[in-house]
């Protein structure tokens, strides 16, 4: 089973509202990705769990909260966002440690978010 | 300077054709993997190529590994619109987070 699941599927909020994402994996993997994602380009990394530690945080806003309650659960906490937040947020996990070695990733479907 | 470029950005063929995208850099990956990915959907790993001049198939599509484990191709034979999506190539190293390439935009017509 390689599948990353993720909650919800699509997302409406407001700038002050407060909500939450949810990404859950079972392959048993150690390591845990937040990627952004915006029309037309890439994934781009905002955090990375290791050992459900917090290994990697690439100078993400604080408005965005991850959260790691057990190996195969990962949150993000959003409060406060602004409009150009709209993007598709993708989990991913991935055996290793995940900072620096050469495993590749298994994506989740992501959540497609829209603040308005 | 992107780490992984590749090329074409953006490619429209027609159905049944044949093509290759290419992936280049000018460093050694661990690995690499070619994700297919459609709009408002996560990437789906096709492939993981790990040891330099590696051959892969995937049905009709066929990946390889430069011998410098720098740069990949992937060709796909006899398009067909279900192949329609972006085409991504990401890379591992050791003690460096992984990269994504920015990918290229594929339209197979019918």
């Known amino acids: 089973d390689t599948e990353v699941t993720q909650t919800p599927k699509h997302l409406v909020m407001g700038m002050t509202n407060k909500k939450s994402l949810k990404c859950e994996q079972h392959m048993g993997h150690r390591a845990m990705y937040w990627y952004k994602q915006k029309a037309k380009k890439p994934p781009e990394l905002m955090f990375v769990?290791?050992?459900?530690?917090?290994?990697i945080n690439e100078s993400v806003p604080s408005r965005f909260s991850p959260e790691c309650p057990n190996s195969s659960l990962l949150n993000l906490h959003l409060h406060a966002l602004q409009p150009e937040d709209s993007a598709l947020y993708l989990c991913a996990s991935s055996q290793g440690t995940g900072t620096g070695d050469p495993y590749e990733q298994y994506f989740g479907p992501g959540t497609r978010l829209t603040v308005t | 300077t992107q780490l992984l470029e590749q090329s074409p950005q953006f490619l429209s063929i027609q159905e049944g054709e044949n093509l290759t995208v290419y992936c280049n850099s000018s460093s050694v990956f661990s690995s690499l993997q070619w994700y297919r990915q459609e709009p408002g959907e996560g990437p789906v790993l096709l492939v993981t190529v790990v040891t330099g001049g590696e051959v892969k198939k995937l049905k009709r599509l066929t990946f390889q590994f430069g011998d410098a484990r720098k740069d990949s191709s992937l060709h796909i034979t006899a398009a067909q619109p279900g192949d329609t999506g972006l085409y991504l190539c990401a890379g591992g190293r050791y003690g460096q987070n992984f990269v994504f390439g920015p990918g290229t935009r594929l339209s197979v017509l019918p």
């Open positions: 769990y290791s050992y459900e530690k917090l290994s």
